[in-house]
């Protein structure tokens, strides 16, 4: 079976930056299982696992745009330490948790802490970077009629939510 559509693709993949520092690599752990193409993973790396089979091994070039996006220096907010929980422990490039006006959660990185407010960057860590990903695709099935309806990928003996 091909890499399609509504597919579950298992694979390992080991991903480096455009430095060719090694950032994680999924060989010692199970492989990760997606239902393809609903957007659970990046699509420059999508789109390059479209047609391939169990047993292909290949390598993938992911550009910014096709990634996590170009950086943006208006990502860079100076916020007030109210907002956060851990506010008296952070220090520089820890990645801590945002309470949003809205209600929601943001994570992000610390650029700098001052005694009333704490700069952080809202870009994801891997935003700028071009991506190098070594991909092992280990098994493709079809996906049950449960998984298609739940829009991802269950386990074996069913879904755990």
């Not at 070039?61 to 907002?83: D, L, M, N, S, T």
Request: charged fraction near 25%; aromatic fraction near 4%.
């Amino acid at each position: 079976m091909k890499v399609d559509k509504d597919a579950v693709v298992s694979f390992h993949y080991r991903l480096s930056d455009e430095t060719g520092t090694e950032v994680e690599d999924s060989r010692e752990r199970e492989p990760m299982a997606i239902l393809f193409g609903r957007g659970s993973i990046i699509a420059g790396l999508e789109q390059a696992m479209a047609g391939h089979v169990a047993g292909d091994r290949f390598d993938v070039v992911v550009p910014p745009g096709q990634a996590y996006g170009e950086r943006r220096e208006e990502a860079i907010q100076r916020v007030p330490k109210k907002y956060f929980r851990d506010a008296d422990h952070l220090q520089p490039g820890m990645t801590t948790v945002l309470n949003t006006k809205d209600g929601r959660q943001q994570m992000v990185t610390v650029t700098k802490v001052g005694s009333s407010v704490i700069d952080v960057d809202t870009n994801h860590p891997m935003a700028g970077k071009t991506l190098h990903f070594d991909i092992e695709i280990t098994d493709v099935r079809a996906a049950s009629e449960e998984e298609l309806a739940h829009g991802h990928v269950h386990g074996p003996g069913g879904h755990a939510h």
